[in-house]
């Protein structure tokens, strides 16, 4: 790593007045059940914030000088005040990026969306073809991502987001999904598999092995102009690193806000143990980010821990917090998948009864989701 990054790493890594990169998950209600999703969304939750509570909390973000929120759900347009909210945060300063399965991106919501200042539309799909993706993300749900792709391109919106997340089933796609883009002018943005929410489920099943891992890396390098969100900073222990800052912004540059306005560290941890508070709190969002225990504790330097005596700590920093919490490894081991595979060797050593776990979450019973699969009345 270049001596300019790892001093702005290292300084990063205090924390920062406010976050860089702020996940906000504005509703658990999905009309989907994807097998990854990391929130295991499905039912709204009656104690979602009220529109007023989703103003103030856009009003606070101004105020921290906040540029850009990650909305997300769930599926965030399903809730009637979505627009609104984005037109609100615009207004206010703040731009939004949200993350949406296309089913409401109708033609009028295409161009809605085109012609609005600071919006970015990310549309969620994991196959290059039906049959991969839904597997994943439900039957229908390749169908319905096309047809918002093809609104948001009728309407002029160039540079929309394709949001896949990389697993053993479409790791073979990944030319496929950047022709995808370039046919849409679209931009390929591609994330890591978690085993958070209903992905602790499929985690074995579906996360990349030693030698997927290093075809991911190599094309990665290779393409530089796709976007990563740093989700893959472990792979930089194979050789260059990987664009970004790579580094767990866990509670320094990043955090998540969710439907109830509880914050944690991390969108990929949702769990008690890093949980920081609730915007409902005194002082609101801006205290907890600033004088949270939790955050101040993650801001503290840290030791390489079991990761010290390997040459590479400096490249991946030991991975993420998240998979290493929700596979059982010590947060300060070596990540799951480690591409030196010390912790394929660790994994093999963890009592399944002391896995943490992801909680029930709120999906929907399958019976009742196969009833209403591609409605959006959630």
């Known amino acids: 790593m270049p001596a300019e990054t790892r001093r702005l790493v290292d300084q990063l890594a205090l924390g920062l007045d406010s976050p860089i990169c702020l996940t906000w998950e504005l509703t658990y209600g999905c009309n989907l059940s994807c097998v990854h999703c990391l929130s295991s969304s499905g039912r709204r939750d009656p104690a979602e914030l009220t529109t007023a509570q989703a103003r103030r909390l856009i009003d606070e973000m101004a105020a921290m000088s906040i ?214 709190d005194a002082g609101g969002f801006a205290a907890v980010w600033r004088d949270s225990p939790l955050f101040r504790s993650l801001r503290e330097p840290h030791s390489a821990g079991a990761c010290s005596s390997c040459g590479s700590f400096d490249s991946c920093q030991g991975g993420c917090m998240a998979a290493k919490f929700f596979t059982g490894l010590p947060l300060d081991g070596p990540d799951p998948e480690c591409v030196k595979g010390h912790g394929v060797t660790l994994l093999e050593a963890v009592d399944p009864g002391r896995v943490p776990s992801p909680g029930a979450g709120h999906s929907v019973p399958v019976t009742l989701l196969s009833s209403r699969r591609g409605k959006v009345a959630v």
């Open 67 to 280: 540029f850009y929120v990650n909305v997300g759900g769930g599926e965030p347009t399903i809730r009637p005040d979505f627009y609104d909210l984005v037109e609100y945060a615009v207004q206010s300063k703040v731009g939004v990026k949200f993350s949406t399965n296309g089913y409401t991106m109708s033609p009028r919501r295409a161009r809605q969306v085109a012609g609005m200042d600071y919006v970015d539309v990310q549309i969620s799909l994991d196959g290059v073809d039906a049959a991969t993706n839904d597997a994943v993300r439900g039957q229908g749900s390749y169908a319905a991502a096309r047809r918002a792709m093809d609104n948001l391109s009728a309407a002029g919106f160039a540079g929309f987001k394709i949001s896949v997340v990389v697993t053993a089933a479409n790791v073979d796609q990944l030319d496929g999904f950047a022709d995808l883009a370039a046919s849409y002018r679209a931009v390929l943005r591609l994330t890591r598999l978690r085993p958070s929410g209903r992905g602790a489920q499929v985690w074995n099943r579906l996360h990349l092995d030693q030698r997927q891992q290093v075809r991911l890396y190599r094309w990665l390098t290779g393409n530089p102009g796709v976007l990563t969100g740093d989700s893959f900073f472990h792979l930089s222990a194979l050789g260059e690193p990987l664009a970004g800052l790579n580094m767990c912004g866990a509670g320094r540059v990043v955090c998540l806000i969710d439907p109830v306005g509880d914050v944690y560290a991390c969108p990929f941890v949702l769990h008690d143990d890093f949980k920081a508070g609730s915007v409902k």
